[in-house]
């Protein structure tokens, strides 16, 4: 038997110290000095060595840990709490024995220390070793790595919080890049996207004015993959990430704004409405009109860099929109179904194992810092020159075009009237567009919408073109001016006729009336 085997049992107080030691390393008390412990672990840092000798540099260090307002203290990490003179007494005493393991006071010298900390003399007054009057107000200034910034005497308190991970030395890795050629594999494409993220992280105080849109058809297709790696790389505490875009046009949107990056996944917003519009100018102004609860609205910079991912094709977007660069993340590596679902399952647990390493994100980090990008890069799209598949294909199906199309096809067919109930399938049949796209379109081609009753049947919506404005449709009827139906006055056709001509453009065709051939459109 190996040394190895053998089982050497843990005397019962060395036990009890053991289980000590881990019970106060889960309550976070790992690095508070107790007498009964065998040894103290301490922070890595200059604070280890302060003592009373440095008792100004210490204050400045705990006089940014709080601020006060209406008699009341606050962590500057945990606004939301309201703390009594005693409590953060009480709080600020552990915390240094934490962070200042050599520092050591009379009691006369504590009295002072919280004097000068909590309660300053008038001619004593430095706002570098008291806790400073808190103004209400809650700013988000990246790379500023200052919690507590002056205004008027008051301080306003930053949000932003430089990662973790930029403190270690990089370890390299090439998961990242593996990923992004399989899902981004236009190697144009995938370069705008690296120097879009370069720019962000470089100009990490300037907010860029155009927005990254990941699009597939499919799902498992790996946007939100690709959402971890940003936050990841902005600071989970830099991040805001929601499902939908109420949250973001809605109005109390104050916490999802005071962040670097917001990821909005599962957009879905129909063209020319007001969350559409509102989306626009949050990608494109720097500063907007903010409400938080219990606040009035206020001014305030923002300094967000959006990425939005869809399983919708975007039609709200405008032809040549220079504030969406989009992403076809459709590929063969998709869930339930690719034919490289295996290598893309692989491809995406080496880069979730190495996103768990602070080093391998440095490294990221580093390669993208060291990624050369015009100044003002992320100020503007030049959508002539950058232009995806995607983003051709919905110029393509711009209104315009889209309008032009189905008046080719109602003038081919001769049609002049369409129930509602089939103008919507009438349009998809042409381009896939919104519910609401038929008011729009035939509205723009000049024609009107009333209810008429045909065929027997009760009275039903339907769209018609005014030929002659004396001469509206009446009595099952709709007025041509060139074509006549059987049974029918000069230039008069049956509302039943047109119907029957609609439902065949529709239905899936043995004749397609989409063709550009010569199908003649039947008439009674």
Known sequence: MDDDDIDIPIPDNVQKVLDSIGRRDEQGLGYFPFPDAPERFFRVGPEQNYTKEDAGEVLRIVSSWYVKKNNAYHDVDNLQVKLQPHDVKQIIIQRMIEHFPNWRLSDQGWRDFFKLLLDPPV???NPEVSIPVWSGQRLFIPGNKQKIIFKNGMASVNTWQEPEYRK???VASEAFDKFLEFVIPNEKERSVFLD???WVLQYENQKPSWSILLYSEKQGTGKSTLADVLKELFGAMNTGRINGVN??????NKEVLANKLVIVEEVEVKRGSPHANRIKSLVTEDSTMVEAKNMPVYVENIFCAFVMTTNHLPLWLEESDRRFFILNFDHAGYANGGHKYQDFTRLVGTLKTQLKDPQCIRSLYDQLMNRKVASDYGRKLDVSTHSTEIMQRLRDLSPDVVKQLVEEKLKLADVYFVP???????INRIAPREANSQ?????ELGWQKKKFAWDGATQRYAWYKVVSPDLPPVKGKVYTGLKTGKNC???????????EIVLDMVSPPAKNIFDDGD????YI
Request: charged share 20%; glycine share 4%; net charge positive.
């Open 123 to 125: 001619n004593q007054l």
């Open 168 to 170: 270690v030395a990089p």
């Open 196 to 198: 879009w993220l370069s």
């Open 247 to 252: 949250k973001l046009v809605g109005r109390f």
């Open 420 to 426: 509602v109930s089939l103008a919507h399938k009438l």
């Open 439 to 443: 008011t729009h379109i035939f509205t």
């Open 489 to 499: 006055k000069l230039g008069w056709v049956t509302m039943k006729s047109q119907e």
């Open 519 to 522: 199908d003649e459109c039947p």
